[in-house]
């Protein structure tokens, strides 16, 4: 049920049925929206991935358990505090927090779900949240998806949107997807959240897989920092209001569809990186000639993770042997004397020995601030690819004075 203070405006260039608000509560400190409500019109079919740190946030646990039932109407999501290693009150809080959107709402409990983002191990100021959730009901529709972007940010630099349109049945279908995330990036996902919402009707066991495999090809192959955080989440709401039957895998759009959620996923995940805390470059690691797919990944996230081979390409320091090192202690087995790599179209390092051209890469990186690394194993046909971003000062301010 719909409550009747909530305003039926119409807002052009987000999917049908959808709409947002944003307040201050001033959760971390004041000036700035850092409260937001999304909420569907109408009940949707909802699907979504979390982190795999064992230690989670009061909201993941909550929202693991709601997703079981593949319905939504409502997420409520804060920044600049996580809700994470705050034990029991932290659990009572977040199921709190739903519980009043509901009611507000006039909707159930179960429909509701908790995201939050912010410093971990800080019991959640529920005497600044509570008052907020009337304010954010009574304005939702004055806000735009721009605004709940902003307002979910932490030490992003600027707003994450990705916006994608199919035509099924003569219809136009919208698909919009939001995410932040700059710090504490490592999978599986990331210190990030994202949420995707489409006014295509999908069932629910088909909404599940795609968003999962998504996920996996796309935040799940970024880090920034190798620190896994507590928070991850990703959820997607499809709420039906373009007026198509469900897509399933049998559906003649589920391949346009699918593929429109994989480019959403992947743009984010490149917004992400490139708004890394502290970046100057977005890198893009590619390891191929692999055995399998597991093993390009294994070797791929080594470098990716080096901070010697990040902190090396923030000062245009061609140092390839860093890649070469890091590749040898990722686990894989391989021959170095095989193995080639290249930055960008140069080709640095020619069966595991140096090609002594160290002036050109150094050019190369400094005319450029998106760097394509290409590791050639020589051992079989499979490949993966990672994306990271180069280590600078200013990643080390950001987070030595991020409490305070």
């Given at each position: 049920m719909i409550s009747p203070m909530i305003k039926n405006k119409s807002i052009t260039g987000i999917p049908r049925g959808f709409l947002f608000a944003v307040a201050e509560a001033a959760i971390k400190k004041p000036g700035r929206k850092d409260i937001a409500l999304i909420y569907s019109e109408t009940e949707a079919n909802i699907a979504g991935a979390f982190t795999t740190n064992k230690v989670k946030a009061a909201p993941v646990k909550l929202d693991i358990k709601k997703i079981k039932s593949g319905r939504g109407q409502a997420i409520i999501v804060n920044s600049g505090n996580a809700n994470a290693c705050t034990g029991k009150k932290g659990l009572?809080?977040?199921?709190?927090?739903?519980?009043?959107?509901?009611?507000?709402?006039?909707?159930?409990?179960?429909?509701v779900y908790v995201c939050s983002?912010?410093?971990?191990?800080?019991?959640?100021?529920?005497?600044?949240i509570k008052p907020k959730i009337s304010e954010l009901v009574s304005n939702l529709g004055n806000f735009s998806l721009q605004d709940v972007a902003s307002a979910i940010m932490t030490t992003d630099t600027f707003p994450k949107i990705i916006k994608k349109t199919i035509t099924i049945n003569n219809k136009i279908g919208t698909t919009v997807g939001i995410c932040k995330g700059a710090g504490m990036i490592c999978p599986h996902m990331a210190t990030m959240l994202c949420f995707i919402m489409t006014d295509i009707a999908v069932e629910k066991r088909t909404l599940s897989r795609i968003i999962?495999?998504?996920?996996?090809?796309?935040?799940?192959?970024?880090t920034i920092d190798g620190d896994m955080s507590t928070n991850d989440t990703v959820l997607i709401m499809a709420n039906g209001m373009l007026g198509n039957t469900e897509l399933t895998e049998r559906s003649a759009s589920y391949k346009t569809f699918k593929k429109t959620i994989d480019e959403i996923t992947y743009e984010l995940s490149r917004l992400i990186v490139k708004d890394g805390e502290g970046a100057t470059k977005l890198i893009e690691i590619k390891v191929t000639g692999a055995k399998n797919e597991r093993e390009a990944e294994q070797a791929a996230f080594a470098v990716a993770n080096s901070n010697l081979v990040k902190t090396?390409?923030?000062?245009?320091?061609?140092?390839?042997?860093?890649?070469?090192?890091?590749?040898?202690?990722s686990g894989i087995n391989f021959d170095e004397e095989k193995a080639d790599i290249y930055l960008g179209n140069i080709k640095v390092i020619k069966k595991g020995i140096s090609a002594g051209r160290d002036l050109k890469t150094n050019e190369y990186l400094k005319k450029n601030k998106e760097i394509k690394i290409r590791v050639e194993l020589n051992r079989g046909r499979s490949s993966a690819q990672v994306l990271t971003c180069d280590l600078s000062e200013e990643y080390v301010r950001i987070n030595a004075a991020y409490r305070t």
């Open positions: 009572g809080d977040a199921d709190e927090t739903a519980a009043l959107v509901a009611k507000s709402m006039e909707i159930n409990n179960f429909l983002t912010g410093v971990i191990g800080t019991p959640m100021p529920m005497e600044k999962k495999d998504s996920v996996n090809k796309s935040f799940n192959r970024i090396a390409i923030y000062g245009n320091d061609s140092n390839t042997g860093r890649i070469m090192a890091a590749i040898g202690y």
